[in-house]
């Protein structure tokens, strides 16, 4: 079995700083890319940031020069720095995994909640 668990969010006002940080367990063989995805209340799921397993990333044109995401391979986790933040960047963040272990597959986090004041 594999888990995926997020942390990190809250409740900030407009141009405050929070950290989240996405752990993958269980049996791994290895993780090939990771990413941040948000979801606002009555939109669709979209990509916030991904990074591969050697470090090349990609951002969402909304959130570029404010976000910065990183992976520690070692402990299987990924990290979404947020600064500059925005009340439109309130959203639930999930993580995705993509993962091999006898096969490859994606694995979802549960999400956590991010609000920003204004």
């Known amino acids: 079995q594999v888990q995926v668990v997020e942390s990190g969010g809250g409740l900030v006002q407009g141009g405050g700083s929070l950290r989240l940080s996405c752990t993958a367990s269980?049996?791994?063989?290895?993780?090939?890319?990771m990413g941040w995805y948000r979801q606002a209340q009555g939109s669709q799921r979209s990509l916030v940031a991904q990074i591969t397993s050697d470090g090349m990333t990609n951002y969402a044109d909304s959130v570029k020069g404010r976000f910065t995401i990183s992976r520690d391979n070692t402990k299987n986790t990924v990290y979404l720095q947020m600064n500059s933040l925005k009340p439109e960047d309130t959203a639930v963040y999930y993580c995705?995994?993509?993962?091999?272990?006898?096969?490859?597959?994606?694995?979802w986090g549960q999400g956590t909640q991010v609000t920003v004041s204004s």
């Open positions: 269980g049996s791994i063989f290895s993780i090939n890319s």
């Open positions: 995705k995994a993509v993962i091999t272990t006898t096969y490859t597959f994606q694995s």
